[in-house]
């Protein structure tokens, strides 16, 4: 077995996924601890934002800034402050340690680390790196994993560094929250 992924066969997966309309979602496996928000709310709030940025050409698995960014916003939404981090973040599974950079939210006590389930997808994520999404309380996140910030993406700054489609997932996710009722 070689140690490089195939990315031709990443995409081919994602594009047979996508057109059966069986793509894997966050809350499949998130990992979640703490109050903000009911569980069910949190997971409908990760899935959106990963069904929307799921909507890039390769899928999700280097969308993490826009993934975090819905998050916020719909956190923002709902009546809470929280930023988008960006920095490294380095997973293990004991056997492989891998840094990236990565983007997360994160509202007073807890953290987001949402889109993590989609690395396996991402052709220089080395193999057996799979970790779980995390919405929790800082102090409890899964050791697997540790991020380090090197800066805060405002809102007022995330459309200098994201695509036109942004604006559009936006709206499409506050058209959802309101047909959830978990917004006005």
């Known amino acids: 077995m070689t140690n490089q992924k195939d990315f031709n066969k990443l995409f081919e997966d994602i594009q047979i996924q996508k057109k059966e309309k ?3 979602f966050p809350s499949d496996r998130l990992i979640t601890n703490g109050d903000l928000l009911e569980v069910e709310s949190r997971m409908k709030i990760v899935d959106i934002a990963g069904s929307l940025v799921d909507q890039a050409f390769c899928g999700r698995s280097d969308m993490c800034i826009y993934f975090a960014c819905l998050v916020r916003y719909a956190l923002r939404l709902m009546g809470h ?3 988008v981090y960006i920095g490294d973040g380095t ?4 056997e492989t340690i ?4 990565h983007s997360w939210v994160v509202c007073g006590e807890y953290i987001i ?4 389930d989609s690395m396996v997808e991402n052709p220089v994520v080395p193999y057996g790196l799979s970790p779980n999404p995390y919405w929790g309380r800082i102090l409890e996140m899964p050791l697997d994993r540790s991020l380090t910030s090197e800066r805060i993406l405002t809102v007022a700054d995330e459309l200098d560094e994201l695509d036109d489609i942004y604006i559009e997932w936006k709206k ?3 058209k959802f929250l309101k047909k959830q009722a978990m917004i006005n």
């Not at 997973?91 to 004991?94: E, G, L, R, S």
């Not at 891998?98 to 950079?101: D, I, L």
């Not at 680390?113 to 993590?116: T, Y």
């Open 91 to 94: 997973y293990t599974n004991n």
């Open 172 to 174: 499409e996710l506050k």
């Open 98 to 101: 891998f840094t990236w950079e």
């Open 113 to 116: 680390d949402g889109n993590v």
């Open 81 to 83: 402050k929280s930023d």
């Open 22 to 24: 069986n793509r894997p």
